[in-house]
């Protein structure tokens, strides 16, 4: 089979279309032949060498795929050769094939396109996990999503208005701003140039967010924390504003607050806190609202997985939602 491999870390220019070996099916796993994939900023990450794959993944880019069945391993039980399915991937997505254990397909939702499909696993399982699953989201409460125009701030917005909660969301343009207001976001932060905590205070009459999901880090940590309510919960799913950060205790204890830190890629496939119960949840909860269309996916363009430095440098640069790589 053919799949993107790196030359070297760096730009992305060292990304290649070549052959490598097709992937086996272990016990419990599937080959899906990849129609699509997307693009993740870990991928970036990765191309550069900061962000190595879990041990015994595939050292392939790629975190989501959508796509066919076409091999069942040993074990497997509920799919079939032929299947259409998603799947969140801990790597292998940007190729032809990719072996996939069972417990992290999805099938796809209602007559969502297949391509459409790929950008799905990875935000929505970022989304679900950590708003729903861990956070609680519920009627009522105020969330606050950090880049509201990138994949996961377009998915929280939809899943959080869901849910009946009021959303603010910070973005770095108006044409993202925009974006986001036409998915729900009730109140739209500009972070250029002002400041979102006082913003969020002065809109919700000093309660703030019960819930915030934050890709920066360090640089937000603290504004995050004046940001909470009472009873609030911070979680950090991103490092963009740097990995050491102060905490002021005394804030965070005033208001009884949370602060919480999560990734997806490096959790067990099953067991506690793993991906295969993220997946059996979003399937069960999630997936109805995509098949109904109250939840769908964003995607700010298609480009063939030739292009897939051009994708990266879109991501990089002013892309709302997901960029898809078409793979077949």
């Not at 994939?37 to 870990?42: C, H, I, K, L, S």
């Amino acid at each position: 089979m053919h799949a993107i491999t790196l030359t070297e870390f760096g730009s992305p220019d060292v990304m290649q279309w070549t052959e490598v070996p097709d992937p086996r099916p272990q016990r419990g796993q599937v080959i899906v032949d990849v129609a699509a994939t997307a693009v993740n900023r870990a991928d970036l990450m990765q191309r550069q060498g900061m962000y190595p794959p879990p041990p015994g993944a595939s050292e392939i880019l790629g975190l989501e795929c959508s796509g066919v069945i076409s091999e069942l391993g040993e074990g497997v039980h509920g799919w079939k050769v032929g299947d259409r399915v998603c799947a969140l991937l801990a790597g292998g997505g940007y190729a032809e094939q990719v072996a996939v254990p069972s417990t992290q397909l999805l099938p796809i939702p209602g007559a969502l396109d297949l391509h459409a499909a790929a950008a799905l696993p990875e935000v929505a399982a970022t989304v679900w996990s950590n708003l729903v699953m861990y956070g609680g989201l519920r009627s009522g409460q105020v969330v606050l999503l950090h880049g509201g125009g990138s994949g996961i701030g377009t998915h929280g917005i939809q899943v959080a208005k869901a849910f009946g909660a009021t959303v603010a969301v910070t973005a770095g343009s108006q044409s993202k701003l925009d974006f986001c207001a036409s998915l729900g976001a009730d109140i739209l932060i500009d972070y250029k140039n002002q400041d979102f905590v006082e913003v969020l205070k002065d809109r919700t009459g000093g309660h703030g967010a019960d819930l915030i999901l934050d890709n920066m880090g360090a640089k937000y940590l603290q504004p995050n924390i004046d940001a909470l309510a009472m009873d609030g919960t911070l979680i950090t799913i991103g490092m963009q504003g740097g990995v050491t950060g102060e905490l002021n205790f005394g804030a965070l204890l005033g208001k009884r607050g949370t602060v919480h830190a999560a990734g997806l890629r490096g959790r067990p496939e099953t067991g506690r806190s793993s991906k295969a119960d993220i997946v059996a949840d979003m399937i069960a909860r999630l997936w109805p609202l995509i098949e109904e269309g109250t939840v769908s996916p964003i995607v700010h363009a298609e480009l063939p997985i030739t292009d897939a430095p051009e994708g990266h440098r879109m991501l990089d640069a002013d892309a709302i939602g997901k960029v898809i790589l078409r793979v077949q």
